[in-house]
Nanobody, 117 residues
Framework: QVQLVESGGGLVQPGGSLTLSCAKS????????LGWYRQAPGKQRELVAA???????TVADSVKGRFTISGDKAKDIVNLHLNSLKYEDTAVYYC???????????WGQGTQVTVSS
C-alpha cells in the first residue's frame, strides 16, 4: 500500500517562499515519477513539477524559474520549493506518484497554499 504524506503548506505574502515536502511509504515496482500537482478553486488539477528516478525534472511553464523540485531517492521524499509566490499560486497542492508502465496514480491528501497580503 503506497501512502503519501505532505507537509509545509500555509499562508504566505506575495513574493514569499514556502517548501512543501512529501514522504512516500510502501513499495513500488517499476519506473515511477514523484511530483506535485495543484488545484485552484473552480479549476482543473494541473501538473506543477515532477522528478524521475534519474533526477530528470519536468516543470510547468507557469512556475518555471520560481519553483524547483528536488528528491531524496533513498528516503523517498520529494520537495517542492516555491519562490516569488503570486496570488495565482493559491491552490491545494497534491503529491503524486505516477507509475509509468501501468499508468496508475497515487495521491496525497493535499496541502493548502494561500498567497495573500
Amino acid at each position: 500500500q503506497v501512502q503519501l504524506v505532505e507537509s509545509g503548506g500555509g499562508l504566505v505574502q506575495p513574493g514569499g517562499s514556502l517548501t512543501l515536502s512529501c514522504a512516500k511509504s510502501g513499495s513500488i515496482f517499476g519506473f515511477y515519477t514523484l511530483g506535485w500537482y495543484r488545484q485552484a478553486p473552480g479549476k482543473q488539477r494541473e501538473l506543477v513539477a515532477a522528478i524521475d528516478g534519474s533526477g530528470r525534472t519536468t516543470v510547468a511553464d507557469s512556475v518555471k524559474g520560481r519553483f524547483t523540485i528536488s528528491g531524496d531517492k533513498a528516503k523517498d521524499i520529494v520537495n517542492l520549493h516555491l519562490n516569488s509566490l503570486k496570488y495565482e499560486d493559491t491552490a491545494v497542492y497534491y503529491c503524486n506518484v505516477h507509475l509509468v508502465i501501468t499508468n496508475e496514480n497515487y495521491w496525497g491528501q493535499g496541502t493548502q497554499v494561500t498567497v495573500s497580503s
